[in-house]
């Protein structure tokens, strides 16, 4: 079945170091590519996504560019801030399917 | 305002009984989702309905049973809980398939002893 594999489970910066979570996937199709993000007590929020090889999906500063030929969608941020302290979760969800399958998190903790 | 909503936001549950999740969404989406957490497995898919239809059940176990009585509401039903049901449990909608963006609700974390 689908994957998503995060390899890092947790990631601590200071504030306006550059950002990189790592996120491979497995799927048989042409999937689309979630970033969500979330917040203690909360549920995950969508960050952005991509559906096809090359695309760039950003917001608030985060990016990640598909990459069919590496099955990768890497986060990245140039500047985290202390507010940017959370849990992100790469996610993936196959054209025509009803499930989106995630990854197994990445806590990114940003010190000031 | 919420536009998804969860109730009740914390339940306590004995093993063996029976206990119903509650999800309304206010987003007029057509498609909804059940979706689990926990320390074991982070975030698991579970059920995905669209229309009131059932498209997607990955859930091996017939103790958990969704319910959409309208097109707007998906409730969970599960039955003989055992202390592993232990986990928050997430409502999510969105306008069409999950290829779009999905919203989730806040969480019922659910505790069986």
């Known amino acids: 079945g689908d994957s998503v594999t995060q390899t890092e489970g947790q990631v601590a910066l200071s504030e306006e170091d550059f950002l990189t979570i790592h996120c491979n996937y497995s799927a048989s199709g042409y999937p689309a590519l979630f970033w969500y993000v979330q917040y203690p007590g909360e549920g995950p929020q969508f960050l952005f996504r991509a559906s096809r090889d090359k695309e760039k999906g950003s917001s608030r500063g985060f990016e990640a560019t598909y990459n069919k030929e590496a099955t990768s969608f890497h986060l990245q941020k140039a500047s985290v801030q202390e507010s940017d302290s959370a849990v992100y979760y790469c996610?993936?969800?196959?054209?025509?399917?009803?499930?989106?399958?995630f990854g197994s998190g990445t806590r990114l903790l940003v010190s000031p | 305002d919420p536009k998804i909503i969860q109730k009740p936001k914390y339940l306590v549950a004995v093993t063996g009984s029976e206990k119903i999740l509650i999800c309304e969404q206010y987003?007029?989406?057509?498609?909804m989702y059940w979706y689990r957490q926990s320390a074991k497995k982070p975030l698991e898919f579970m059920f995905s309905y669209s229309y009131q239809k059932l498209m997607d059940n990955q859930t091996a176990s017939s103790r958990f049973q969704p319910q959409s009585s309208k097109k707007n509401h998906l409730d969970l039903q599960i039955t003989a809980l055992k202390p592993d049901d232990s986990a928050t449990y997430f409502c999510?909608?969105?306008?069409?398939?999950?290829?779009?963006?999905?919203?989730f609700g806040k969480g019922t974390r659910l505790t069986v002893v």
């Open positions: 996610a993936l969800s196959e054209s025509g399917g009803y499930k989106v399958v």
């Open positions: 999510a909608s969105s306008q069409t398939g999950p290829n779009t963006e999905v919203f």
């Open positions: 987003l007029g989406h057509n498609a």
